[in-house]
């Protein structure tokens, strides 16, 4: 789950990073308010959970409050990559002298997280990864020990940050660690984190992708959900347990199990098809879950066919079958349905569907090629 | 032979008393596996599966009282990380751990600590092992497989049913099949049961299932060009998988540029593995 950057930032502070002052609002003259409580110079910052959002022009100075009213009502009004801004960021501009990337993410290979800092930052830093890999510096953190003290001084170093600013830096390494650790994070961010003429270290913009398997440990961070960035039935899918992606093809399919969900994509494609959805009813699910599963492929308008391949193993054949029914009384698909049952209560599985109007199936292959003859007009019957 | 569990593997179960583990403590008592106790806190003393399993209070008392060297934990995955440490300080050898969905910093410090003991871990978020005729560890379903000579590993849980099954209808017998799961810090990986399945006499040739996400199988095929005499088929599934979206799976992910399935089927081509297209196709590879 992503968080907004005024979301990320504030977490950050409550682990004694400073941020500039600042806060977040929905509507121009809330925008015009904060520019002049703060005074001086403000940045208008779009909050959407994209990147680029600078280059859209979603992020503007401001050099009055006039003028960030101004500015907050041009940006509220746009779409960045497709999503609207709701809300915009004024913060205090920071006197910017030198930008540096600090941030935190899982190394799955070495089984731990690593931080990272470059004295390049605000650019993108995948791109200096590519280009200047020497100018990243990366420290593997023990998740038994915590980052320690030496390691964050060795990432000072190593990005040549001048000697006054280390003490500073340990602070802001070891807060963004504690964040990271204590809200399960995948990704915590700070670029650019700046020196500013004033000679303070800040973090000007924030980032964090949050763990959604720890988020029962974090129901306050769990109610931060930002909805515009999924789409309407990914989050009805949710709702039900079910793992659900819309893609662009015209075959819907229902399976259980990720990878043979996946797999079932890919052989689709294999025979000439494009799958139009990843769809994982999940291990035991029963005839309930299988009819929403169905009810949510079908809203998708550009369906043709629906392939449904259950490997039966906790889930039951059986318990497939009756919730396939259920949903066939209830949503009335006037679109041809491929069914593949094999493994636990399959058998009892097909008794069910016998006499329901569907295109059986026996190997994996055949259900796909099935479903994408059907997916062209094809008469199967 | 097979490798990781046989008939004689003493096996306790944690968290069989559920609703999920009683049903697959049932299945796998049916099916033969040496299943000698089961641990639920504060159950201790009661009989489950018609009296034929104690139940302990801990991993602890369950390992004193029947020798037990193996558990399979069927805890939800909040409680998962706190089972499988249990298990390891109990002198546990084999942990196989089904439950899907641990947070990542969990496992994290799992792995870290089980890498200073001579424990050994299969999964989270996987189906466990088979070995058929002999035991059958988890969830995979003992009826789709025959006893044989092709060792299996897997990311994947149905996905691996599939090839179990594409492998029977062919008359293909299995030596051991390991789900090592599909989560992206987990605990035995390919190059350990490709090692194992190299050394094992009953094993002759070794099918390789991947997914999209991770640098696992490209490593493995390094592995595999280097140290494996015996015949390799693989499948890689999520080929048609798009960038930045998670299939199900916490490991099955396409991000900035790595864990494509087109580079992992590549590194196998290159290292001698004879990539499926699709996995009916696997029997049909050797």
Redesign the interface.
């Known amino acids: 789950m992503k968080l907004h950057e005024y979301q990320s930032k504030l977490i950050f502070a409550e682990y004694g990073v400073p941020i500039p002052k600042g806060r977040v609002a929905a509507t121009a003259s809330e925008a015009k308010q904060i520019a002049k409580e703060l005074g001086g110079r403000v940045v208008v910052k779009s909050q959407v959970l994209v990147g680029g959002r600078g280059k859209a022009g979603g992020i503007r100075l401001a050099k009055n409050p006039d003028e960030a009213g101004d500015l907050a009502t041009q940006i509220l009004g746009m779409e960045i990559k497709g999503l609207p801004v709701r809300k915009v960021l004024v913060d205090e501009a920071a006197n910017i002298e030198k930008e540096i990337y600090l941030g935190i993410t899982n190394d799955r290979a070495a089984r731990c997280p690593v931080m990272m800092a470059s004295s390049e930052g605000g650019v993108d830093i995948e791109e200096v990864a590519r280009e200047t890999p020497e100018k990243i510096i990366k420290v593997h953190i023990d998740p038994l020990m915590g980052l320690q003290g030496y390691q964050a001084r060795d990432i000072a170093a190593g990005i040549d940050l001048p000697r006054e600013h280390w003490r500073s830096f340990g602070v802001i390494a070891a807060g963004l660690w504690e964040a990271y650790k204590k809200s399960d994070a995948n990704l915590a961010e700070i670029n650019p984190l700046v020196i500013t003429a004033e000679g303070n270290l800040q973090a000007v913009d924030g980032k964090m992708v949050l763990d959604d398997n720890a988020l029962f440990r974090h129901p306050e961070l769990a109610d931060k959900r930002d909805l515009d960035i999924e789409d309407d039935s990914e989050i009805e899918a949710r709702k039900y347990g079910l793992s659900y992606i819309k893609l662009d093809g015209d075959i819907g399919c229902m399976v259980n199990g990720a990878g043979l969900a996946m797999t079932t994509m890919d052989v689709i494609k294999l025979f000439g098809g494009e799958p139009a959805n990843f769809l994982d009813i999940g291990g035991g699910a029963g005839a309930e879950k299988v009819a929403a599963a169905f009810r949510i492929i079908l809203s998708d308008k550009n369906i043709k066919a629906v392939l449904i391949n259950i490997f039966g193993g906790i889930t039951r054949g059986d318990e497939v079958a009756r919730g396939i029914l259920a949903a066939m009384e209830e949503v009335k698909p006037d679109v041809p349905m491929i069914v593949r049952l094999v493994g636990t209560n399959a058998e009892e599985g097909r008794q069910l569907l016998a006499n329901a109007d569907l295109i059986t199936a026996e190997t994996l292959a055949d259900a796909a090629q099935k479903a994408v003859a059907a997916a062209k007009g094809g008469n199967l019957k | 032979m097979s490798i990781l569990v046989d008939k004689n593997t003493k096996l306790i179960g944690q968290g069989i008393t559920g609703r999920?583990g009683l049903f697959?403590a049932q299945r796998m008592l049916e099916y033969g596996t040496n299943l000698v106790a089961g641990v639920t806190p504060g159950k201790g003393g009661e009989w489950i599966l018609d009296g034929k399993v104690p139940v302990f209070d801990s991993v602890k008392l369950a390992k004193e009282a029947t020798g037990a060297t193996a558990s399979v934990i069927f805890v939800p995955?909040?409680f998962a990380a706190d089972a499988i440490f249990e298990a390891a300080d109990a002198g546990i050898r084999l942990i196989v751990c089904i439950a899907?969905?641990?947070?990542?910093?969990?496992m994290?410090?799992v792995?870290?600590?089980l890498d200073q003991k001579d424990v050994r871990l299969v999964g989270p978020n996987c189906?466990g092992l088979l070995t058929p005729g002999e035991a059958q560890v988890g969830?995979?379903?003992g009826n789709?497989a025959i006893t044989g000579d092709v060792g299996v590993v897997?990311?994947?849980?149905?996905?691996?049913?599939?090839v179990l099954?594409a492998l029977k209808e062919k008359n293909m017998g299995v030596s051991t099949c390991v789900g090592i799961g599909?989560d992206?810090?987990n605990g035995t990986n390919f190059i350990d049961c490709l090692r194992l399945f190299e050394l094992d006499p009953k094993t002759k040739k070794i099918v390789l299932?991947g997914?999209?996400g991770?640098?696992d199988e490209e490593?493995a095929a390094e592995f595999i060009r280097n140290n494996v005499t015996k015949p390799v088929v693989g499948?890689i599934?999520?080929?048609?998988?798009?960038p930045g979206?998670r299939?199900?799976?916490?490991?099955?992910i396409v991000q900035?540029g790595t864990g494509l399935a087109v580079d992992k089927i590549k590194a196998l081509e290159d290292a001698g593995v004879r990539v499926a297209?699709?996995?009916?196709e696997i029997p049909e590879l050797f």
Do not use: C, W
């Open positions: 999920e697959h995955s909040r899907e969905g641990i947070p990542v910093l969990d994290m410090r792995r870290n600590y189906p969830i995979i379903p789709i897997s990311r994947s849980g149905t996905l691996t049913y599939e099954y599909g992206p810090v299932i997914e999209i991770g640098t490593q499948f599934a999520g080929q048609t998988a798009p979206k299939m199900g799976h916490a490991g099955a900035g297209k699709h996995p009916e």
